[in-house]
Every structure is written in C-alpha cells, then in structure tokens.
C-alpha cells in the first residue's frame, strides 16, 4: 500500500473529527452539542473515505490515471480539454458565489442544485426534483428552522422577499 496525500489528509481529518467528539464528550449538552453534531458525521464519513483511499492505493492501475482532486483526467486528455474542465468547475463555484451575493441562499441553493444536476451532472428530471426538494427541506429546516442561522441580506432582495410571503415560516 502506497501513502499518498489524499490518504495522509483523510487520515488527519479522521483524527481532528474523533478527537472533536472525544473531547467533547464531558461537555454539558448546550456546550458540546455542535462538536458532536459536526464530529460524529465528520468521523464517519472520513473514515469510510480512509478505507475507499487505501483500497485505491491498494488496486493497480494501468498508470494512465492521475489523481489531480475532484477534476478527473488522464493522460490521454489533452491540456485544452483540462482546461475547460476546471474553467467549468470554477464557473459553477462563481455562479453560486454570485448567486448568493445577489439573491440570496433561499433563491440560490435550490436553483443551483436544480441547475447542476440536470446540466452538469445529467441526471434525469425526476430524480433532479426530488434531489433538490429533499435538499430544500434538509437547507430550510436545519439551518434555518432548528439552527436559526442569520442570512445576510442579498443585494437584489426582492426574490427573496417575495419568496418569505409566500412562506411566512421561512427565515
């Protein structure tokens, strides 16, 4: 088995998560309720990604991958078509910078959601619908029902106004 970086950086994440949720094991329940409500997840998800990377490390490839991230490439890929691959990435990364800016978390996240998985990742209709609704309930109801997180006002509040009466339980 080889130690890369991707091994070595789950495997730090892996200890942050677990000492996060160790420490915060004494803790009062208002105290340590974050910590854990952040490291468990954390610790699990890393945990299952240290042992995908090790059986990575551990299958032989053929030598015509590289491992450059989340942008998948391979040495039969010219430097033009790398290019656009990151330029797209960095142009979905931007739209939703900008989205947010302008319009709001509330109008942006379930657009950009909707948006990319239909046109980026080339899903089919129904399963795009149902993958931002469960998003949309998951983004509303814990970040803005349970946790009560202050949204920052967008420049263009108009949509997002609107959108608040029409859903008077929202933000």
């Known amino acids: 088995m080889r130690i890369t970086p991707s091994l070595v950086f ?3 994440v892996a200890v942050v998560a ?8 004494d803790w009062p329940l208002g105290t340590g ?3 854990r409500s952040v490291g468990v997840p954390v610790l699990v998800m890393a945990l299952i990604q240290l042992i995908m990377d090790a059986y990575r490390t551990l299958k032989t490839t053929g030598g015509q991958e590289r491992e450059t991230g989340d942008l998948q490439v391979d040495w039969t890929m010219s430097a033009a078509e790398v290019a656009a691959r990151g330029l797209t990435f960095a142009g979905w990364l931007l739209g939703m910078f900008f989205g947010i800016l ?3 978390f509330f109008i942006t996240v379930p657009v950009f959601t909707l948006l990319y998985l239909r ?3 080339k899903e089919g209709w129904s399963l795009t619908l149902w993958l ?3 998003m949309l309930v998951f983004f509303v109801g814990v970040f803005d029902q349970i946790l009560h997180i202050h949204w920052l006002e967008p420049v263009i509040s108009g949509p997002e106004n609107f959108l608040k009466t029409l859903m008077p339980w929202l933000g």
């Open 18 to 25: 677990g000492g996060m949720v160790v420490t915060s094991r």
């Open 10 to 12: 789950t495997f730090f």
């Open 132 to 134: 931002t609704a469960v």
């Open 33 to 35: 309720l974050f910590p």
């Open 102 to 104: 302008l319009l709001g």
């Open 119 to 121: 046109y980026q990742a």
